[in-house]
């Protein structure tokens, strides 16, 4: 019996009671499918469109696809549906998205893609794993981006769903594959068919596997696997098979230990051929029915090869008209791993719809000015999207100190000026009265010479003087002697007058004197004096000058002038101390020093390099970083 339901409210609306040919194909971890016909003529036919829903006598849900029905010569209509676990694959994360991480389990980064679903249909029921890989996706569907958290995980998996409920519910569980059979096929009992297949071709001993990236900077497991880049069987493995290597590539990871961890569980699977058994059987009571089931244990008897293996479904098609036609395959281990080696050419077109990156190197350069105390800071910042920094290094070198101005000295030259300043009176006050002594170190003397022999003459004109004398007056007279020489006169001699009380009546005298000269040599001689030792007290009282600058201009000189002789510097990375170096030149190597306590040179933050000398010095630091850069931005300009 047929249920189909509506797309929309997933209500009832039809029983198709005439279908046949109903087939049912489950894969472990993988979407199933059903099939089934109704007559051309069959009103239910008018329900079965296309992404309607139908459910098989109560089983799991699936829906119409539109692209498989068909006619047949019995006057049928084919129906192909496919499990509702694909719906998943109608929604894409578009973008970039990534997600897990120290702190992030798996069951999170299960919600994380189910959240982005427009509709909630699904939900997460149960998780049996407690992993904390990273995960990246671009431009994916949210089934495939489940699909690849189970990827990564140690020991077989189980992906089981529900839908006898709404929201449909969704598992992860992990599979026992060491348990009590639960379903037994025997020759002769239920056995139709038997056969057996070994593809020793796929096995592989040494894998090589490779993440994000390109060239030398293409993800590798070697920073978490002790330096070696690849993974090996145990020896037991190895003297049996040999030394089979195989290169596994798959860019969406972006993490090592992601990495690490689903190379690890893929070469498990691998290093043992694949023994793939295809059984026919019939199920001859109900309870077969619900043991045969995906994932269940099963144990095959085959009495004429001696053979009892016992091992799980992987695979099983039911044809429901034809109870003898239907199948189990079982498997040691998933078809989905075993296939993964052959599928990677497959796999090698899906990762073509990354985001790949490529090698950069990007510098910068400063030229400062610095002493010991400050030192010459270069800021620089690394971004989020360097995935891969390869080496972080930086060009040093110290030369003398650089001045462009120096104090100027007035000359008599005429030079020519570029600047004039304005007239301007400056104030200058003194605060107080200041006292200023100068005092001399004792006696001195001076001399004076002459160098004699000079004659000295004087001459008068001659005339006449006339005195009236006064009764009863003092009379004084006075005269003087000079004599000349060579157009010079000198004084001879002075003579002061001296009183006489003298009664005289009054009269007149006249005297005479003719015109006469008076020559006296004077012979070489000289002076000496003496000074006695002293000193002078002067006292300055408060005051203030005033001075007038007028319009004036000054003179410069250009010119570079250094100082200081460094030679020898230190490196500070974060403001801490890292390194000393001697010498005026130097390349450093960064990239050690750069790391932080998880051992990562930190990204989308700033990060500083100082170089302090010993000395004053003008510092020149060239920079260069080399990393692999992805092609992921948020804008496009």
Not at 364 to 372: E, I, M, P, R, V
Request: charged share 20%; glycine share 8%; hydrophobic share 35%.
């Amino acid at each position: 019996m047929i249920e189909i339901f509506e797309r929309a409210t997933r209500r009832r609306v039809a029983i198709a009671e005439n279908a046949y040919a109903v087939s049912e194909q489950q894969r472990a971890n993988a979407v199933w499918y059903l099939n089934f016909t109704l007559p051309y003529k069959d009103p239910k036919n008018e329900y079965c469109k296309p992404f309607w829903y139908v459910r098989h006598d109560g089983g799991e849900l699936y829906r119409i696809m539109p692209s498989t029905a068909a006619v047949d010569e019995s006057g049928g209509i084919a129906y192909q549906c496919e499990h509702v676990l694909a719906t998943l694959i109608d929604t894409v994360l578009f973008g970039y998205h990534i997600v897990g991480n120290l702190g992030t389990y798996t069951a999170d980064c299960i919600r994380y893609v189910l959240d982005h679903q427009p509709v909630r249909h699904w939900v997460l029921d149960r998780c049996d794993f407690r992993n904390q890989f990273e995960y990246g996706w671009e431009q994916e569907s949210l089934l495939s981006a489940l699909f690849s958290i189970a990827a990564p995980l140690a020991g077989p998996y189980l992906w089981k769903t529900d839908t006898s409920v709404y929201p449909w519910r969704l598992s992860l569980t992990r599979l026992d594959t060491t348990g009590l059979p639960e379903l037994y096929v025997r020759r002769r009992h239920n056995m139709t068919s038997y056969q057996k297949g070994s593809d020793p071709q796929q096995i592989v001993t040494r894998l090589y596997p490779l993440g994000y990236g390109e060239g030398v900077n293409q993800l590798g497991i070697a920073s978490v696997n002790g330096g070696v880049p690849y993974l090996q069987s145990p020896k037991a493995v190895t003297d049996k098979y040999g030394i089979i290597e195989r290169v596994w590539i798959d860019r969406r990871y972006e993490d090592p230990a992601s990495l690490k961890a689903a190379a690890q569980a893929m070469l498990d699977e691998l290093q043992e051929p694949l023994l793939s058994c295809t059984i026919g059987f019939q199920e001859v009571s109900r309870s077969d029915f619900d043991r045969a089931a995906v994932g269940k244990r099963v144990r095959i008897l085959f009495p004429e090869m001696q053979e009892q293996v016992d091992t799980y479904v992987t695979e099983l098609t039911r044809n429901y008209d034809d109870p003898d036609s239907s199948t189990i395959t079982v498997a040691n281990r998933e078809t989905n791993i075993a296939a993964t080696v052959a599928d990677l050419a497959d796999r090698q077109r899906i990762e073509q719809s990354y985001a790949q990156g490529a090698t950069q190197i990007y510098s910068q350069a400063l030229q400062t000015n610095c002493d010991s105390q400050n030192g010459a800071v270069m800021d620089f910042f690394i971004p989020a999207e360097m995935r891969i920094i390869n080496k972080v290094l930086a060009k040093i070198r110290i030369k003398r100190f650089r001045a462009y101005s120096q104090a100027t000295e007035s000359t008599q030259q005429t030079v020519h000026t570029t600047t004039e300043a304005g007239g301007s009176v400056v104030t200058s006050t003194s605060s107080g009265a200041s006292l200023s002594t100068s005092e001399s170190g004792g006696g001195s003397s001076g001399t004076s010479s002459d160098g004699g022999g000079n004659t000295l003459t004087s001459e008068g004109g001659g005339g006449s003087t006339t005195d009236t004398g006064v009764s009863g007056i003092n009379v004084r007279y006075d005269y003087a002697m000079t004599e000349e020489t060579n157009g010079h006169r000198h004084l001879v001699k002075q003579v002061i007058g001296h009183q006489h009380q003298v009664t005289f009546p009054p009269h007149n005298h006249q005297i005479r004197l003719n015109a006469h000269s008076h020559t006296f040599s004077v012979p070489p001689h000289s002076h000496t004096f003496w000074t006695q030792g002293h000193s002078h007290n002067v006292t300055i009282p408060g005051h203030s000058h005033n001075v007038t600058i007028p319009a004036h201009a000054h003179n410069i000189t250009p010119g570079i002038f250094q100082f200081g002789g460094a030679q020898s510097f230190r490196i500070f990375v974060g403001g801490v101390w890292k390194a000393s170096y001697y010498g005026t030149t130097a390349e450093v190597d960064l990239t050690n020093l750069l790391l932080g306590a998880d051992r990562r040179i930190p990204r989308g933050s700033w990060l500083s390099l100082e170089v302090r000398p010993d000395d004053l010095a003008y510092v020149s630091i060239d920079l260069m970083v080399q990393g692999f850069v992805q092609s992921r931005g948020d804008n496009t300009v």
